[in-house]
């Protein structure tokens, strides 16, 4: 079956960097695309970003361009997040999702999703 | 990006009542739309792909319905496990971006 867990989180200060693990199992994870999804305290879903499935590609959401980094080691089944120069507004709970499809070169539909970790940015 | 609103955002209802969920995009996406079913504490589960498609597992009183900008999602028989928030995501371009979410609670 599959499992993603998320590792990671904490608190860090405005500014400050944090790195996001992701371990997946149960799943040819060289195959899929990748993707992080974040949910603020008490508010909905939003895309993060996607990395393709041999990490030759990678899509970012606007409010995170330029600060944070997706990637993947195919070799340990393992997904990153590296989150620079952190804001208030990144506080959020970051959830690390298998996509649907095979081979996927865009980022579609996120069909298997982790426990989430939470970052906290606060001084 | 494309603008996903979701209707109603909140909705009362009883174990046993049909219920709908309305989600309009801002712009055709075809069949690229995705349902899914949160629950406190929990992560997104996906339950519908690809506008009418049933993810394994998933029961059978869930379906989805639309195509271009308008789409829908339908509980046959509300069970007492359903009581959770349900979100609509846009699989049709980069970003994706998912609506507001519609938070099902108990009448």
């Known amino acids: 079956q599959v499992q993603l867990v998320e590792s990671g989180g904490g608190v860090v200060q405005p500014g400050g960097s944090l790195r996001l693990s992701c371990a997946a199992s149960?799943?040819?994870?060289?195959?899929?695309?990748m993707h992080w999804v974040r949910q603020a305290p008490g508010k909905g879903l939003e895309w993060v970003a996607f990395?393709?499935?041999?990490?030759?590609?990678?899509y970012y959401a606007d409010s995170v361009k330029g600060r944070f980094t997706i990637s993947r080691d195919n070799s340990k089944n393992t997904l990153y997040l590296q989150m620079n120069s952190l804001r208030a507004e990144d506080t959020a709970v970051y959830y690390c999702?298998?996509?649907?499809?095979?081979?996927?070169?865009?980022?579609?539909?996120?069909?298997?999703w982790g426990q989430g970790t939470l970052v906290t940015v606060s001084s | 990006d494309i603008q996903m609103t979701q209707s109603p955002s909140s909705l009362s209802a009883s174990v046993g009542d049909r219920v709908t969920i309305t989600c309009r995009a801002s712009?055709?996406?075809?069949?690229?739309l995705n349902w899914y079913q949160q629950k406190p504490g929990k992560a997104p589960k996906l339950l519908i792909y690809?506008?009418?498609s049933l993810q394994s597992g998933v029961p059978s009183r869930f379906s989805g319905s639309g195509s271009g900008t308008d789409f829908t999602l339908t509980i046959s028989s509300l069970q007492p496990e359903d009581f959770a928030t349900y979100y609509c995501?846009?699989?049709?371009?980069?970003?994706?971006?998912f609506g507001q979410g519609t938070r099902l609670e108990i009448k």
């Open positions: 999702a298998k996509d649907m499809v095979v081979f996927g070169v865009v980022a579609a539909t996120p069909d298997y």
């Open positions: 149960g799943f040819t994870f060289s195959s899929y695309g």
């Open positions: 990395i393709r499935y041999d990490g030759s590609n990678k």
């Open positions: 712009q055709s996406i075809s069949s690229y």
């Open positions: 690809a506008a009418s």
């Open positions: 995501q846009q699989s049709y371009s980069t970003p994706v971006t």
